[in-house]
């Protein structure tokens, strides 16, 4: 007789490798809002893509809204609050060294999550984008702003950058210059003199002179 008995599993709740499937729905969210946009993006679509059922995105995130919520906490705004954390009175004091460590911590984020670029492009920068209005709240919140602000007038005042930067346009003119060409990468690896360029992180590796062209020459206006 076998005195050993199974574990009972709870009706209705996921078994073994829960966590890993919330994880893959967030990831074929990511994807799937960056290619076709979140509003044309159903629930069955991400629930197929994640190799799950609808009634489980539901189960772990209650609906449209919260997988929304879930993505903007734990995929998007992690890598904004490190940003920002970075930034004191002081973080401007050499501009240029500013700028590198900037591009290091967005490319570090868009290799973690790869269609960042794309996402940013169409549900943040663009009009009607699902996720601006998150973000802006959470900006609002968290009040980010004055920190940035107070940096760019500091530097401002010790003539380390041009008088004439708004100082609320800066970060967002940085981010800005890098973010673009990596969501630009399917066209420029189509050009005809790019026939050889594989990955938009190329361009923009730190040591590559053309980092620099893009960066710097795409920034010209906010160094003195």
Known sequence: ?????????????????????????LSAALTLFASQGAAATSLPEIGRAAHVTPA??????????????????????????????????????DPRAFLVSILDRVLAQVDSIPVLPQLWVREILTDGGV?????????????MQPKVLEAVRNAQRKKLISSGICPGLFIPSVVGAIMLP???????????????????????AINNPMMQFCVYAGMVFVLS
């Open 182 to 204: 990596l969501a630009a990468s399917g066209l420029l690896r189509e050009l005809p003199w790019n026939q050889d360029f594989t990955r938009a992180e190329r361009i923009m």
């Open 1 to 25: 007789m076998n005195t050993h008995s199974s574990p009972r599993k709870t009706p209705g709740r996921p078994s073994e490798g829960a966590g890993d499937k919330r994880e893959a729905i």
């Open 56 to 93: 489980m995105v539901h189960y772990y995130f209650g609906g449209r809204s919260g997988l929304i919520d879930a993505l903007m906490e734990e995929r998007i705004l992690p890598g904004i609050r490190e940003l920002w954390q970075s930034l004191d009175e002081h973080c401007l004091d």
């Open 131 to 143: 996720l601006r209005d998150q973000l802006l709240a959470h900006l609002r919140a968290e009040n």
